[in-house]
């Protein structure tokens, strides 16, 4: 039996850059704490809490409840997703310092959005209202934004002169795609900009051919994490013998009867240390 591991696994360039500046600052002896959880990985995490991360809970700092005062000679990390003007604001009131580690194409949907919100456009964005970088988007124009994600949603859409679609840079083409034409049908001006990452774009269709490829695939992620959900079900389409696992102990050894080759992979949150790790384990489990 081979356990193989998805050669294109690992972080994604913002998650890796967010992390690196982390990392960086803390080996110049600098206190550093992330605007929220800089990654959907508890193992990573524990990790950069071990070298010294701290972390500050974003919706009680946004509620006054963590000042100035408590972040006394310490760098506030702004995670990949970005933040909204107004919690921007709020940072430079209270003069604390920042690391801003936003995703560059987090920040061109920033800028795409207040252009177009400035011409009088009312913003469609097509991605998980919860989801903290669509949070942040949200700001930037907040009066004329709808967030649409399921099928139908699309009936919230009143009659509109001019409409900017864009998508949350993680969700999958398709539901991008299903929008566009939907929308297209009852707006009389639509800028469609497809802001999907396209390195994220590529790896869904890498993890739906590496599922492909091994008869039995193991996906390590956090549940928590919104882009490891979608490559999942993709793989899991692709690979009914495919199973999500947070942890060591999830692991079955049954999944294993009869398999020729096992692939280990994991969405844009996971690291590739952790895949290793995974890796050790199951060829101890079996005896490889």
């Given at each position: 039996?081979?356990?193989?591991?998805?050669?294109?696994?690992?972080?994604?360039?913002?998650?890796?850059?967010?992390?690196q500046l982390a990392e960086q600052q803390i080996k110049a002896g600098k206190k550093v704490?992330?605007?929220?959880?800089?990654?959907?990985?508890?193992?990573?995490?524990?990790?950069?809490?071990?070298?010294?991360?701290?972390?500050?809970?974003?919706?009680?700092?946004?509620?006054?409840?963590?000042?100035?005062?408590?972040?006394?000679?310490?760098?506030?990390?702004?995670r990949a997703h970005g933040i909204s003007p107004q919690l921007s604001e709020q940072i430079?009131?209270?003069?604390?310092?920042?690391?801003?580690?936003?995703?560059?194409?987090?920040?061109?949907?920033?800028?795409?959005?207040?252009?177009?919100?400035?011409?009088?456009?009312?913003?469609?964005?097509?991605?998980?209202?919860?989801?903290?970088?669509?949070?942040?988007?949200?700001?930037?124009?907040?009066?004329?934004?709808?967030?649409?994600?399921?099928r139908g949603d699309e009936r919230k859409i009143l009659q509109k002169e001019k409409v900017?679609?864009?998508?949350?840079?993680?969700?999958?083409?398709?539901?991008?795609?299903?929008?566009?034409?939907?929308?297209?049908?009852?707006?009389?001006?639509?800028?469609?900009?497809?802001?999907?990452?396209?390195?994220?774009?590529?790896?869904?269709?890498?993890?739906?051919?590496?599922?492909?490829?091994?008869?039995?695939?193991?996906?390590?992620?956090?549940?928590?994490?919104?882009?490891?959900?979608?490559?999942?079900?993709?793989?899991?389409?692709?690979?009914?013998?495919?199973?999500?696992?947070?942890?060591?102990?999830?692991?079955?050894?049954?999944?294993?009867?009869?398999?020729?080759?096992?692939?280990?992979?994991?969405?844009?949150?996971?690291?590739?240390?952790?895949?290793?790790?995974?890796?050790?384990?199951?060829?101890?489990?079996?005896?490889?």
């Open positions: 039996m081979k356990i193989n591991i998805d050669a294109y696994a690992g972080f994604c360039p913002g998650v890796r850059k967010a992390i704490a992330a605007l929220g959880s800089l990654i959907h990985n508890e193992r990573e995490l524990e990790r950069l809490r071990q070298l010294g991360l701290n972390q500050i809970d974003q919706d009680q700092f946004e509620k006054g409840k963590a000042t100035s005062g408590s972040l006394n000679e310490t760098l506030l990390l702004i430079k009131t209270q003069n604390i310092n920042c690391l801003d580690a936003t995703c560059s194409l987090v920040t061109r949907s920033q800028k795409l959005i207040q252009q177009y919100c400035e011409q009088g456009f009312e913003i469609v964005i097509v991605g998980k209202k919860d989801h903290p970088e669509v949070k942040a988007l949200q700001g930037y124009c907040q009066d004329r934004v709808l967030v649409v994600f399921y900017l679609l864009i998508a949350q840079t993680t969700i999958e083409e398709d539901r991008f795609n299903y929008f566009t034409k939907k929308i297209m049908k009852g707006v009389d001006e639509l800028v469609v900009k497809n802001t999907i990452c396209p390195i994220v774009k590529n790896r869904q269709q890498q993890v739906v051919n590496f599922s492909k490829q091994n008869d039995v695939v193991v996906f390590v992620a956090s549940r928590n994490s919104s882009n490891s959900k979608i490559l999942f079900e993709l793989c899991r389409k692709s690979n009914p013998r495919c199973h999500f696992v947070s942890s060591i102990a999830e692991i079955n050894r049954e999944w294993f009867s009869e398999a020729n080759s096992i692939g280990l992979t994991g969405g844009a949150s996971t690291p590739v240390w952790q895949l290793l790790e995974f890796k050790k384990l199951i060829e101890h489990e079996l005896n490889l």
